[in-house]
């Protein structure tokens, strides 16, 4: 008891710890930041003998990360690398629980997955806490994103985590929405926390990154997806890993102001005669509006999108630059999401420019 009370003391705030984590030793005359290390290999009898099993530039970021998550981290070649090796965790002919809507990239590797008879996947709305429940019995998986892309649903995580082990199935969650500055689904006893780096804790849309975490109790899992890592190949390459580390230093600043300035815009956003609702779960720098017009909306969304002067008419999602875009204009896109549905992510410019060129747009409609 009185270790943990110590411990509570000492423990540093987040916004301390995304600075000061994943640095060299103090020596004298040690550089601040680590070294980007290009190398395919090392000579022998060290550590690590080839750099697909590891590069030391990858550790500052996966101890950042893993500490941040209050887990151990291993960084691969994009989100989907991450995801694609936590998918590869479940047998062949095994059951996984899924969002009906969720990132397109997840929703069509699993029913592309169904489709070759490799898997059986039960689709469910997460915000149905007794429907998930009832889809548990008999899977090895439920997968979880909360907030969802782009609908921005919200899971009570922690209940259904507990439901799902009691049926004996893993959890995983895409924690890319929240970064572990706004939710630590391992607190919540989650067995595998995945990442899409690309978004906010790179946050500068200049590198393609992902990430798994998985609590200290999970040593066979990340065991598993270190071996996945390596002999898949999905690895990180040293410069996209420093940058993410890079971006990482600033992202209690980011995320303050992006949220700050998300909160402002759906506010304003719900009073516009053009918008037909806003969905925004309250917290986060993404918000997500259906568009009035002709018909369904979808080309007045377009439209909306596309006459943005700031904001920048794109995919992706997380940087420090406002971006919009038409979901639906994505093939793969699941069909619970609305065709006049603009995605954005707000960024951390000044919230009245970004407004101003908001509305510019949807006038012009
Ligand atoms: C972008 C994204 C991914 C995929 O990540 P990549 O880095 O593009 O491969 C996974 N999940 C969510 C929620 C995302 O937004």
Known sequence: MEQQDDDAQTELSPRTKVVALGRPARTPGAALNPPVTFTSTYIADGPANYARV???????????????????????????????????????????????????????????????????????????????????????????ESPTNPLLDIADIRALTAAAHAAGALVAVDNTFATPLLQRPLEDDVDVVVHSATKYLAGHSDVLLGITVTPVRGRAIHDRLARRRLLGGAIAGPMEAWLALRGLRTLSLRLERACDNAAELSRRLTDHPRIARVRYPGWGAIVSVEVDGEGDGATAAEAFA????????????????????????????????????????????????????????????
Do not use: C, K
Not at 113 to 134: I, M, Q, Y
Not at 339 to 344: K, S
């Open 54 to 144: 590891s590069n030391p530039t990858w550790t500052p970021l996966e101890e950042a990360v893993g500490e941040l998550e209050g887990g151990e981290a291993l960084v691969f070649s994009s989100g989907m690398a991450a995801v694609s090796a936590v998918l590869a965790l479940v047998p062949a002919g095994g059951v996984v629980v899924a969002p009906a809507s969720a990132y397109n990239g997840v929703v069509v590797t699993l029913a592309e997955a169904v489709e070759e008879g490799r898997l059986t996947v039960r689709w469910v709305d997460v915000t149905d806490d007794e429907a998930v429940t009832a889809a548990l019995p008999g899977a090895d998986l439920l997968w979880l």
């Open 306 to 365: 596309a006459g943005t002067r700031i904001w920048s008419n794109s995919t992706s999602l997380g940087g420090v630059e406002s971006q919009l875009e038409r979901r639906r204009r994505q093939p793969g896109e699941p069909e619970a999401v609305p065709v006049n549905l603009v995605r954005m992510s707000v960024g951390v410019e000044d919230v009245d420019d970004l407004w101003a060129d908001l509305v510019q747009a949807l006038d012009a409609l």
